[in-house]
């Protein structure tokens, strides 16, 4: 729903004035999420996420 959302507001309008096909990608940081609008409209959305993330100190050691 989130991919959706971001690519009506970004890419919807830019979408209907060129006549393109535009693929909307939106990483953040624990996920990437893409939409392909086409003609106006979301016709795909897709949303890959990441497991937690390691954090390490300044001596390379494992902090959570």
Do not use: F, H, W
Request: proline share 2%.
């Amino acid at each position: 729903m989130e991919s959706m959302l971001a690519a009506y507001g970004s890419a919807r309008r830019r979408c209907r004035t060129r006549r393109k096909r535009i693929l909307n990608l939106d990483i953040g940081g624990g996920t990437t999420k893409l939409a392909i609008v086409s003609k106006g409209d979301v016709v795909a959305t897709a949303a890959r996420y990441r497991g937690p993330v390691q954090v390490v100190d300044d001596t390379a050691r494992i902090v959570r």
